[in-house]
């Protein structure tokens, strides 16, 4: 079972949202909140669901902090941001953070139910078809970047690939370091020198050299 803490501040999209969830036979909204308050207490005490679904009209830098806290408190409940804002930016602020899934406001309830199930089933984030399209497209729409140093060229062991794999998804040096039971300055040796082989200028660049040159997916 599918277990959900809904926040959000309007009852009538509130009650519309429960009304869709609860008519899946594998998903509970144990818990519901209005404001951001309310929530983390809900959380604090019995309430222990799989899946924070936040569709809480926030300011943005006050979502975030809100999911950074949700998500240092609790590591193991998963985040999932219903909006209204579609800014690249800001929905790669609410992954940094620490959401497991975005979705706009817009979706269907198809892809809705969808996305829940997923994030639930996987250790994978999900972004709903319309933002990920996008991106897609502005992608396709890019003029590839030249690169000084060719890929055939440099050899990247598989801890490096292990690393930049984890980087490319979000995770801080220490929680690389973490991951893979090392220590924090040993990750940070691994992306100084993975950043000198490829002659790239930083983490930002050292991912998308990564990505275009199939070195991680």
Not at 13 to 37: F, H, M, P, Q, Y
Not at 173 to 193: C, G, M, P, W, Y
Request: glycine residues 4%.
């Amino acid at each position: 079972m599918i277990k959900i803490l809904l926040a959000d501040g309007h009852n009538v999209v509130r009650n519309g949202i429960r009304s869709l969830l609860e008519k899946e036979s594998d998903i509970e909204v144990v818990a519901e909140a209005t404001k951001s308050e309310e929530l983390l207490q809900l959380l604090k005490h019995d309430h222990r669901p799989n899946i924070v679904f936040i569709a809480i009209n926030l300011p943005q830098t006050t979502e975030i902090d809100l999911i950074a806290k949700i998500r240092h408190g609790h590591p193991a409940i998963k985040v999932i941001v219903l909006s209204s804002i579609d800014d690249e930016k800001y929905i790669l602020q609410a992954f940094k953070a620490g959401a497991t899934g975005y979705m706009l406001k817009s979706i269907n309830s198809v892809e809705l139910i969808y996305g829940i199930r997923h994030v639930y089933n996987s250790n994978e984030r999900y972004l709903c078809n319309e933002v990920a399209l996008r991106l897609l497209d502005n992608l396709i729409h890019t003029p590839e970047n030249t690169f000084d140093v060719d890929a055939s060229e440099i050899e990247i062991s598989k801890r490096e690939i292990e690393v930049l794999s984890l980087i490319s998804h979000g995770f801080t040096n220490q929680e690389v370091a973490d991951k893979l039971f090392t220590s924090k300055r040993t990750i940070e040796s691994h992306r100084q020198n993975l950043i000198e082989k490829t002659g790239t200028r930083n983490t930002a660049a050292l991912i998308r050299y990564a990505v275009l040159n199939s070195i991680i997916r």
